[in-house]
């Protein structure tokens, strides 16, 4: 399946793990948590789907998903409207993740170490692995 977000960014990959608020793509060990809020189109979408997961699994929001992340230290590539920003995830509030940035030169937001809060209506691709 291929998801098309505000600006025209696209991911690819299998459905890994689906809930209300985001839907989670894997590509190998690559994954790309998708703010549901942020596609503006989806490709490749199959006839039929399986069961869902319940009312439990279905309800876990996005800021769930993001402290999982937050958790596990992994290294992150975000997307948002207005850039990139590569490092961690540290802290997840009710409507924004705060992210250290790291070295990584293609981020658009500035020095390692720099923290950024990000509000959940500005992200479109949280991309690990």
């Keep these: 399946m291929t998801v098309r977000v505000r600006g025209g960014e696209q991911a690819a990959g299998v459905v890994l793990d689906v809930a209300d608020q985001w839907v989670l793509l894997g590509d190998g060990p690559r994954r790309v948590l998708v703010p549901l809020t942020a596609v503006d189109g989806v490709a ?60 990584d030169p293609s981020s658009a937001r500035g020095p390692g170490g720099a923290v950024w809060s990000v509000p959940f209506a500005a ?7």
């Design 44 to 103: 490749g979408l199959s006839a039929v789907a399986s069961p869902d997961g319940g009312v439990v699994a279905r309800g876990l929001g996005l800021a769930h998903a993001l402290r999982a992340l937050a958790r596990d230290r992994v290294p992150v590539r975000v997307s948002t409207d207005g850039g990139q920003v590569v490092g961690r995830v540290e802290r997840v509030g009710a409507d924004h993740a705060d992210l250290t940035v790291t070295d």
């Design 123 to 129: 992200l479109r691709l949280v991309r690990s692995g």
